[in-house]
C-alpha cells in the first residue's frame, strides 16, 4: 500500500532530506584520493550526531555502517573499511537518516583525482536519468512512466539498467511501496497523486546489467567488473510537480 503523506509529514521529510543533501555535501567535500572508506564512515558518525539524527543505514538488517561506498565495479551497499580510494577511481556515496521519525535517503557518484572520461561519462548519464525520472513526478503520470524515462536516459547513451536493486516510497520507513524499477513501460503502474514520496535511484553499469553479492553478504557488484555509478534522491510529488528534498548545496 502506498502511504500518501499530509503537508505536514512532507513538512518534517524536508528537514530530514535537507540534513541528507548538507551530509552529501561534505562527504561530497572530503572524498578523495587517499581516504580510506573507512574515514568516510566517521565522518558520517560525527556529522549525523551534529544534526541529533538517527542513522537509516546502522544496522538496518545487520548493515555495520552509516554510509555505503561503492567504488568502480562496486555498483552499491560498499561496506566502509580499509580501502584506499586511488586517483580515478569512480565513488558513490549512499546515505540516510531519520529526524523527528521521517526518513531521507540520497547517493551520488563523483570521479577522484585525474579525470577519466568514459568514468565521467557514466556519472553524468546516471544523473542524467535521474533528473529525467524526477520530471515524470507529476499528478497525471503512472509509476512506471518515471522507470521508462530513466531507462531511455540510460540505455540511448549505450549504458545498461541495474534490475535486481530499485528505487522505493519512503516516509516513516526507508523502504515503503512502491517499489520503482529503473526500468518499464509508459502508462503503467498506479497513477501519481500528491503527497506520495519516492526515492529514485538509478544503478547504471558500464558493461552488462548483470550484478553479484560478494561474500560480505552486502557489497554487490558488476558481473563483468566494468564500473557502475549510482545517484539517489528522495522526491515529494506536489500539485506544483516534483520537489527534490534532499538537494546537496554546493
Ligand atoms: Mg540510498
Ligand atoms: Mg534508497
Request: net charge negative; glycine share 10%; aromatic share 6%.
Amino acid at each position: 500500500m502506498i502511504i500518501l503523506k499530509s503537508p505536514q509529514e512532507i513538512e518534517k521529510m524536508r528537514v530530514s532530506g535537507k540534513a541528507v543533501g548538507e551530509i552529501l555535501a561534505e562527504l561530497k567535500k572530503t572524498v578523495a584520493p587517499g581516504i580510506k572508506t573507512s574515514e568516510l564512515d566517521s565522518l558520517s558518525a560525527d556529522l549525523i550526531e551534529k544534526k541529533k539524527a538517527k542513522s537509516a543505514f546502522l544496522n538496518y538488517h545487520g548493515f555495520p555502517s552509516y554510509v555505503c561506498v561503492s567504488v568502480n565495479e562496486e555498483v552499491v551497499h560498499g561496506i566502509p573499511g580499509d580501502r584506499m580510494i586511488q586517483d580515478g577511481d569512480l565513488v558513490s556515496i549512499d546515505f540516510g537518516l531519520f529526524i523527528d521519525g521521517y526518513c531521507g535517503d540520497s547517493a551520488f557518484s563523483v570521479v577522484v583525482g585525474k579525470s577519466d572520461p568514459k568514468k565521467e561519462k557514466l556519472m553524468q548519464v546516471t544523473e542524467d536519468s535521474l533528473f529525467a525520472g524526477i520530471e515524470q513526478m507529476r499528478v497525471g503520470n503512472r509509476l512506471f512512466d518515471i522507470s521508462h524515462a530513466v531507462q531511455k536516459v540510460i540505455e540511448e547513451n549505450g549504458f545498461s539498467v541495474v534490475r535486481d536493486f530499485v528505487g522505493h516510497g519512503i516516509g516513516r520507513q526507508m523502504h515503503e511501496d512502491p517499489q520503482l524499477p529503473n526500468y518499464g513501460s509508459p502508462n503503467k503502474g498506479p497513477r501519481l497523486e500528491v503527497g506520495m514520496v519516492l526515492a529514485i535511484e538509478p544503478m547504471v553499469n558500464m558493461g552488462t546489467h548483470q550484478v553479484k553479492v560478494l561474500e560480505d553478504g552486502w557489497t554487490v557488484v558488476t558481473e563483468d567488473g566494468l564500473p557502475s555509478a549510482h545517484f539517489e534522491h528522495t522526491v515529494a510529488i506536489t500539485e506544483n510537480g516534483p520537489e527534490i528534498l534532499t538537494i546537496r548545496p554546493e
